[in-house]
Nanobody, 123 residues
Framework: QVQLVESGGGLVQAGGSLRLSCAAS????????MGWFRQAPGKEREFVAC????????LYSDSVTGRFTTSRDNAKNTVYLQMDSLSPADTAVYYC????????????????WGQGTQVTVSS
């Protein structure tokens, strides 16, 4: 029932930054733990980050820890992924997703997915 709309993807030079946004159209957003995943060509979907319903707790994959930050604004029904110090290895389609649980790493544990947004990092 919840619909996720992503924005903020694009082309950026290595070392640069992007901020992705994912807005939910339903009030049920507040009841959902939110996650970020990415998928590069020939690779399986990879966990990136997640945030609890309250926004007080977050988890990150080892590959992005220290560079990426996720946050949420429950008043706006929006979750963010701030990506700093980007490298070509970060090039992928990025997805936001909603789960009825908190702080989950597995794609199968998420019920709703955004359309995906392309992030391309040039060398």
């Amino acid at each position: 029932q919840v619909q996720l709309v992503e924005s903020g993807g694009g082309l950026v030079q290595a070392g640069g930054s992007l901020r992705l946004s994912c807005a939910a159209s339903e009030r049920t957003f507040r009841s959902s733990g939110m996650g970020w995943f990415r998928q590069a060509p020939g690779k399986e979907r990879e966990f990136v980050a997640c945030i609890s319903r309250s926004g007080l707790y977050t988890l990150y994959s080892d590959s992005v820890t220290g560079r990426f930050t996720t946050s949420r604004d429950n008043a706006k029904n929006t979750v963010y992924l701030q990506m700093d110090s980007l490298s070509p290895a970060d090039t992928a389609v990025y997805y936001c997703a909603a789960s009825s649980a908190n702080l989950r790493r597995g794609p199968s544990e998420y019920d709703y997915w955004g359309q995906g947004t392309q992030v391309t990092v040039s060398s």
